[in-house]
Nanobody
Framework: QVQLVESGGGLVQAGGSLRLSCAASGRTFSSYNMGWFRQAPGKERESVADISWSGANTYYADSVKGRFTIYRDNAKNTVYLQMNSLKPEDTAVYYC?????????WGQGTQVTVSS
């Protein structure tokens, strides 16, 4: 099992940047694909970005391509989401997830609010 704790959310003006971190417990972090998801009020949770266990492969939603970067440090059991050029529509609770063929584990989420 993996426990995840997100941090780094907050209030930022449009055009600004934030870096989210997700720290994982356990010795098997490097065996999981990791993802960032977000959920805005009244909307379904959506995938933002994910990264393979090795870091070699990444995926981005069209809405964040060119603005967000996902990366991981397996030595620190941490995955990051660098968010640049933030827009008001990026406002949401952001969750990280650890995924393998058996299960998906979720963090508690961190609020990101982008003011116009």
């Amino acid at each position: 099992q993996v426990q995840l704790v997100e941090s780094g959310g907050g209030l930022v003006q449009a055009g600004g940047s934030l870096r989210l971190s997700c720290a994982a417990s356990g010795r098997t972090f490097s065996s999981y694909n990791m993802g960032w998801f977000r959920q805005a009020p009244g909307k379904e949770r959506e995938s933002v970005a994910d990264i393979s266990w090795s870091g070699a492969n990444t995926y981005y939603a069209d809405s964040v391509k060119g603005r967000f970067t996902i990366y991981r440090d397996n030595a620190k059991n941490t995955v990051y989401l660098q968010m640049n050029s933030l827009k008001p529509e990026d406002t949401a609770v952001y969750y990280c997830a650890a995924m393998n063929s058996i299960a998906t584990y979720w963090g508690q989420g961190t609020q990101v609010t982008v003011s116009s």
